[in-house]
Structures are given as C-alpha cells and as structure tokens.
C-alpha cells in the first residue's frame, strides 16, 4: 500500500512533462487525485496517465484520503491553493514562486510550522548534480576565495509557454519564471544572503511583463553575482562560472531541467574535467521532500529560503518602479 497519498493540483505543463512521473517513479507514492478547471486538460492527463480520480474542484478533491500535495498552476493562484492545502494537514510541494508576496509567504510558512507540515517548493537547480558537483568543489577551497559569480539563464520561451508569462504584469514575467530559479541557486552554491541588488530590464513598457534582465547582486561575504535572464534568446550559453582567487568552475548546458551538464576547473594545474552520474531533477526534488516529511530532514528549498527569494524579486520591482 502506497504510504504517501498525492494531490496533484494543477494540469500544467511541468506536472505533465516531469512531476507526474516523477512522483509515480516513488515505491512509496500514488497520485489520488487530479485538480483542475479545464475539461480538456483533465481528459488530456487521464489519457496519458490513467489517474486513479479527477476533479474540477479543489474543495471536492481534499475530501479524499491525500496526505501530501503537489501544486503547480498559474502563480496568481498558489497561495490560496497551497494555504487550503496546508489547513487540510497536507504536506505541500509547491511549484515556485510560492507566492507573489513575501507577507503571503510568510502566513504559508507560519501555517505549516503550526501544524507540523513540510512546505518546499520545486527549484531543480539545486537537484542538478552538476550544480551539486559545483558546490562540494567549491568546498574544497580548490578555486581558493570566492570572488564572483556568473549565471547564464537567457533561453528561447516556446510559444507553448508564453501565455501568461508574457502578458501577465502581476504573476508574469522573467524574473518571477527564471530569476527567482537563479537567485535559488545562489543561497543554494553560498549559503549567503543577498544584500543589495541592481537590475535593468527589458520589456514592452511598464505595465507589460520585462522578457530580460540583467542583474548584480552583492552577497553578505561581498561576493559579486552577474544574472542573465531572458526568454528570446535561443542560441545562448547556458551556465555558471564560480570565480575565485585560485581558479575557477564551470558548468555548462546546466541551466535547464534535463539531466545534463558538463563541470571543470581551470587553476594552475590546468583544466580538470569531472565525472558527473546525472539523477533525474524532479526525482531528486520529490525524494528529498518525501525524506524530509519520514525524518524531518532538509527539503532542497525549504518556505523560508522561498519567503527570502521572492523578497529579492519585491526589492528589484520596487527598485524599477514597477
């Protein structure tokens, strides 16, 4: 019998390309339920994965026997989504941002402690092992002090995707999509917060979502951040570079959510290639959260690293006047 109950709330495009079978790949795991408000979406999804219930409504589907959920959908309407999820004692994996507030994030994050529940949120840049890779070198203090970092996001939106990301001022946009996902990545490579940001975007006007930005931030070690993001760009180098006072390290074509991903290091003794064993991300990321739920371990982003994220994002809107 399958110990973790889901309810998958949202028929979107990441749930069916990498979460449905990523949650079904867990021996422990069974999808009870289906959430969403298109018919069409909701025969597409039961064609492809013969699912055990669907539901168009939300209140009918937490009536069921699930004792954790997946939440995905558009951002407009997570926090309401993942806060009646988390009142119904549901563990919640929730695709990012979490929220479109910090103060919304925070009463989630307040929720789950109350009553004893694990609140992640699916960032799988962390799960990557070439960003992991990344990390443990870095660690090993082989590029001596770190200096710098250089994030390359910028990729070609397919037009399957566009929708709301483009035409959406409150939930769409890059920084919402990709940049939050970067400024994930750092708290994950430094553990460092960030304490002062510096963008410029681009976007029709100010009341239309910006499709690239560039930014700088300055970590509280003094470490200095580069960000691209972009979503018109489709012949760009995807990547980081980690740049120290002894060396550097790559990775390239890590930018993304396939397992895939080369890392080297250039020091004085040259460049070294490493072996990497690619995991699947999103199994990564629905392991790590189940573990966290058995033995109270650390999910890969946790609410409050989410809660610091989408602060960052408030800071670089307020900063544009947006």
Excluded at 241 to 270: A, H, N, R
Excluded at 282 to 311: H, K, M, P, W
Aim: with cysteine; hydrophobic share 35%; aromatic share 6%.
């Amino acid at each position: 019998m399958s110990k973790f109950k889901w309810l998958v709330v949202g028929a979107s495009n990441i749930a069916k390309e990498f979460m449905i079978d990523s949650i079904l790949a867990n021996d422990f795991s069974d999808i009870e339920c289906l959430v969403s408000k298109s018919p069409s979406l909701l025969e597409s999804f039961n064609r492809n994965f013969n699912l055990n219930s669907m539901s168009n409504s939300l209140d009918d589907a937490l009536k069921k026997k699930v004792n954790v959920a997946y939440v995905s959908g558009y951002n407009s309407t997570r926090f309401n989504t993942v806060q009646k999820c988390l009142e119904h004692g549901l563990h919640v994996l929730s695709e990012k941002p979490l929220t479109l507030t910090s103060r919304e994030a925070e009463k989630l994050c307040s929720i789950a402690k109350k009553n004893k529940l694990i609140l992640a949120v699916n960032h799988h840049l962390p799960c990557s092992s070439a960003h992991q890779k990344s990390k443990e070198l870095l660690s090993t203090g082989i590029i001596g002090n770190l200096k710098s970092i250089r994030i390359f996001h910028s990729v070609e939106l397919p037009a399957l995707l566009r929708e709301w990301r483009t035409n959406d001022n409150t939930s769409g946009g890059v920084l919402w999509d990709i940049g939050i996902h970067n400024i994930d990545l750092i708290r994950y490579l430094t553990n460092s917060p960030i304490m002062e940001t510096k963008t410029i975007i681009e976007a029709q006007n100010n009341n239309s979502p910006e499709t690239q930005s560039m930014s700088i931030f300055k970590l509280k070690t003094g470490v200095l951040v580069y960000c691209h993001e972009g979503y018109d760009t489709p012949y760009a180098p995807l990547g980081t570079q980690l740049v120290g006072t002894k060396g550097s390290i790559f990775t390239e074509e890590s930018m993304t959510q396939m397992p895939v991903g080369k890392v080297y290091s250039i020091t004085d003794s040259g460049r070294t290639d490493y072996e990497i064993k690619h995991q699947n991300l999103y199994q990564v990321s629905v392991n790590t959260f189940l573990n966290a739920i058995e033995s109270q371990c650390t999910v890969i982003s946790s609410g409050q690293d989410a809660i610091n994220s989408i602060r960052i994002i408030e800071e670089i809107h307020k900063n544009l006047g947006r």
